[in-house]
């Protein structure tokens, strides 16, 4: 089973609908962060949560936000949909390790069209 | 100024060939680097960590270079497999902590 998982995988939905994505992990890890990727601008951060009290805007937060409903769960809303927030997104959660290296581990991702 | 800038490619190679790719970051707070390899419409996944006196893993070597700002991915012998688009990351230990990702370098390895 995959330790990182999102639902959808694909959904498409009209402009000014609201349309969560989920994600949950059973990595036990601390740190969730969602992203977005669009070609050729790579993967951008959209938010974070270093535990179930804390949430960070990431470089891209405007028209979204997020809940941290528990450890292993994080999920991404997009209040009123619109177009250009077409793109594929993802989860990830890491783990602060002794001697300060983290790595990130992804979902599948959910891939989003907003007509 | 993007945090991380790699040459997009593509890189298009026989297989066997020993093909590298540079990156280079612009915040010398930079604390730790990563390379992820991300198969066509796939999430990313860790290739390797890249530690200060460089490293290595079967055929693949990272090297970093603190001075210069930069980090490099050398392929040996290359494999039809290899073939991906390899993402260079930048961890900066500052508010935050945040993650900065390349916008990927493309490899094809041809037959």
């Keep these: 089973d995959a330790d990182v998982t999102q639902t959808p995988r694909n959904r498409i939905t009209k402009t000014g609908k609201r349309i969560m994505l989920e994600c949950s992990q059973t990595k036990g890890h601390d740190r969730m962060y969602w992203y977005r990727q669009d070609p050729g601008l790579g993967l951008r951060l959209i938010y974070y949560s270093f535990d179930v009290k804390d949430i960070n805007k990431g470089e891209i937060s405007d028209g979204y936000s997020v809940s941290r409903q528990a450890q292993a769960k994080f999920s991404l809303s997009l209040e009123s949909a619109i177009p250009n927030q077409t793109a594929l997104y993802f989860c990830a959660t890491s783990d602060q390790i002794a001697g300060g290296l983290e790595t990130q581990y992804f979902g599948p991702g959910t891939r989003l069209l907003v007509l | ?111």
């Design chain 2, 1 to 111: 100024r993007k945090e991380v800038e790699q040459d997009p490619g593509p890189f298009n190679v026989p297989e066997g060939a020993t093909v590298a790719f540079n990156c280079t970051y612009s915040n010398s707070a930079s604390q730790s680097f990563f390379w992820y390899r991300q198969d066509c419409r796939k999430e990313p996944k860790l290739l390797m960590s890249v530690y200060s006196s460089g490293n290595e893993d079967g055929r693949f070597t990272a090297q970093l270079n603190r001075a210069s700002q930069y980090i490099s991915l050398l392929i040996r012998d290359s494999k039809l497999s290899d073939s991906a688009t390899y993402l260079c990351v930048v961890n900066i230990l500052r508010t935050g902590n945040q993650f900065y990702f390349g916008t990927g370098t493309s490899l094809t390895v041809i037959p």
